[in-house]
């Protein structure tokens, strides 16, 4: 939507025009509905809403921004919610959206939903980790017994086909309700006097456990190219299936997480943030930088006398303290990322490092040759600052490479986010390490 179609909609939701406005309003899909009401006031969503149809609204409404859909159910009493929304949402999308609220408001909404069935699946699933596939998955997918003819599966299938709006797979349970196979629909055309579904049903479907974290069905999903996942308890009963279109919401969620953990924001924020909130995701690792500076100044502050006698040396101190934490960020991203997505485990910390360590090796080299060219030419061979300088790069490169390596793979020993590593906490620790190195090397060499 631009700006255009923004304005006139904020004119008809004034002039209180309601025939044109849901006029406007139906040639536009939910995800633009959604758009233009995280701009709207919680009050002119409203009036919004009550111009939509049910499925529509409830489609607009998963679509919407957290925030801003935070604040519209707000205004909202719980029966409206149920009723209008809830009622006409996939169990996943019903449970992301109760998820959402304080557990008083959760019961009354979940109090007012007619379908007791639907309720009861809202429930159980609230029950699981959001971080697991049981926290992702939807209860609606349709089911045929293995020992059913094919007649009577393709009567089964067309009753529940009529309550889904999309149907990715058909799966093949026995009668203890645990998941045998994947009923090809191709079959149903060119095998139809096949007596049975076990025996034209595709067995072994790949399949997740309700504990599975999601970054792991995320994985999968990817791996097998599945439209969908079917989700198993603890003993294989068949209870959810999970799709496509709800993993690339949580890829995106993940990212957006790693990134701002990799810039050094504490929490998860928006660009329409308040000042405050803003203000205490971006402060702790400030205040930590700070606290890195004014460590690498007392270091600086005791070598008062080699500086005095060497001052060229304080013109390389940004050239150390700038590509150690370049060169810790690239391998720690490196190593996030290979975390991230199966390609590295942390069962592999030494093979890996000896891997980075090769690497660091050879730039290192370049890099230390290259300044010491440079120096040789401005100052000559025979000044201290030509080689305790290349020499403190040499050693700055290889540490922070196998630094950078070696903290993100025991994080995700220790079960911690191994995207903090690729931010300020590598650039602080290998600054600091980098002046440490550079201050005892030109001693030394003095």
């Given at each position: 939507?631009?700006?255009?179609?923004?304005?006139?909609?904020?004119?008809?939701?004034?002039?209180?025009?309601?025939?044109?406005?849901?006029?406007?309003?139906?040639?536009?899909?939910?995800?633009?509905?959604?758009?233009?009401?995280?701009?709207?006031?919680?009050?002119?969503?409203?009036?919004?809403?009550?111009?939509?149809?049910?499925?529509?609204?409830?489609?607009?409404?998963?679509?919407?921004?957290?925030?801003?859909?935070?604040?519209?159910?707000?205004?909202?009493?719980?029966?409206?919610?149920?009723?209008?929304?809830?009622?006409?949402?996939?169990?996943?999308?019903?449970?992301?959206?109760?998820?959402?609220?304080?557990?008083?408001?959760?019961?009354?909404?979940?109090?007012?939903?007619?379908?007791?069935?639907?309720?009861?699946?809202?429930?159980?699933?609230?029950?699981?980790?959001?971080?697991?596939?049981?926290?992702?998955?939807?209860?609606?997918?349709?089911?045929?017994?293995?020992?059913?003819?094919?007649?009577e599966c393709l009567r089964e299938?067309?009753?529940?086909?009529?309550?889904?709006?999309?149907?990715?797979?058909?799966?093949?349970?026995?009668?203890?309700?645990?998941?045998?196979?994947?009923?090809?629909?191709?079959?149903?055309?060119?095998?139809?006097?096949?007596?049975?579904?076990?025996?034209?049903?595709?067995?072994?479907?790949?399949?997740?456990?309700?504990?599975?974290?999601?970054?792991?069905?995320?994985?999968?999903?990817?791996?097998?190219?599945?439209?969908?996942?079917?989700?198993?308890?603890?003993?294989?009963?068949?209870?959810?299936?999970?799709?496509?279109?709800?993993?690339?919401?949580?890829?995106?969620?993940?990212?957006?997480?790693?990134?701002?953990?990799?810039?050094?924001?504490?929490?998860?924020?928006?660009?329409?943030?308040?000042?405050?909130?803003?203000?205490?995701?971006?402060?702790?690792w400030l205040l930590i930088g700070?606290?890195?500076?004014?460590?690498?100044?007392?270091?600086?502050?005791?070598?008062?006398?080699?500086?005095?006698?060497?001052?060229?040396?304080?013109?390389?101190?940004?050239?150390?303290?700038?590509?150690?934490?370049?060169?810790?960020?690239?391998?720690?991203?490196?190593?996030?990322?290979?975390?991230?997505?199966?390609?590295?485990?942390?069962?592999?910390?030494?093979?890996?490092?000896?891997?980075?360590?090769?690497?660091?090796?050879?730039?290192?080299?370049?890099?230390?040759?290259?300044?010491?060219?440079?120096?040789?030419?401005?100052?000559?061979?025979?000044?201290?600052?030509?080689?305790?300088?290349?020499?403190?790069?040499?050693?700055?490169?290889?540490f922070a490479s196998i630094f950078?390596?070696?903290?993100?793979?025991?994080?995700?020993?220790?079960?911690?986010?191994?995207?903090?590593?690729?931010?300020?906490?590598?650039?602080?620790?290998?600054?600091?390490?980098?002046?440490?190195?550079?201050?005892?090397?030109?001693?030394?060499?003095?």
């Amino acid at each position: 939507m631009n700006n255009d179609d923004i304005k006139l909609i904020t004119e008809l939701i004034e002039n209180k025009e309601s025939d044109k406005l849901k006029e406007v309003l139906s040639s536009l899909h939910p995800a633009d509905i959604a758009e233009l009401c995280n701009e709207l006031d919680p009050e002119d969503a409203r009036f919004v809403y009550l111009l939509l149809d049910n499925e529509t609204a409830a489609d607009v409404l998963i679509e919407m921004d957290e925030d801003a859909r935070k604040r519209f159910l707000e205004v909202l009493p719980s029966e409206t919610i149920a009723k209008r929304f809830v009622d006409y949402m996939d169990s996943d999308d019903a449970v992301d959206i109760i998820r959402e609220m304080d557990e008083d408001k959760q019961e009354e909404v979940l109090s007012h939903i007619e379908d007791i069935e639907q309720a009861g699946d809202i429930v159980d699933l609230l029950k699981y980790d959001e971080d697991t596939a049981g926290g992702l998955m939807g209860t609606e997918m349709v089911v045929v017994n293995e020992n059913w003819s094919m007649p009577e599966c393709l009567r089964e299938m067309r009753i529940q086909a009529e309550e889904m709006d999309e149907i990715y797979y058909v799966y093949v349970v026995d009668d203890d309700e645990r998941l045998r196979g994947v009923f090809p629909l191709k079959k149903m055309i060119t095998s139809p006097s096949v007596s049975k579904v076990k025996h034209v049903m595709k067995k072994d479907p790949i399949s997740v456990r309700v504990d599975t974290p999601v970054e792991e069905v995320v994985q999968t999903i990817e791996k097998y190219d599945l439209v969908a996942v079917p989700v198993v308890d603890s003993i294989g009963r068949l209870v959810g299936r999970i799709t496509v279109d709800d993993v690339m919401d949580e890829v995106r969620e993940q990212a957006e997480r790693d990134y701002q953990l990799a810039s050094g924001l504490s929490q998860d924020v928006e660009t329409d943030d308040n000042v405050f909130r803003q203000t205490t995701a971006r402060l702790p690792w400030l205040l930590i930088g700070m606290l890195g500076g004014i460590g690498n100044s007392m270091i600086l502050g005791n070598f008062d006398t080699t500086f005095a006698a060497h001052p060229e040396m304080a013109l390389y101190i940004p050239l150390i303290g700038g590509t150690g934490g370049n060169v810790g960020t690239q391998s720690s991203a490196l190593v996030v990322q290979g975390l991230a997505n199966s390609s590295l485990n942390a069962e592999n910390t030494f093979k890996q490092i000896l891997k980075e360590s090769v690497v660091a090796l050879i730039n290192a080299t370049i890099i230390s040759m290259l300044v010491y060219i440079y120096n040789f030419v401005r100052f000559g061979a025979s000044a201290t600052v030509s080689y305790s300088v290349s020499i403190s790069l040499f050693a700055v490169v290889m540490f922070a490479s196998i630094f950078g390596t070696l903290v993100p793979m025991t994080l995700e020993k220790l079960k911690i986010d191994p995207a903090i590593a690729t931010g300020p906490f590598i650039s602080i620790t290998n600054d600091i390490i980098g002046m440490l190195m550079y201050m005892g090397i030109t001693v030394l060499l003095s």
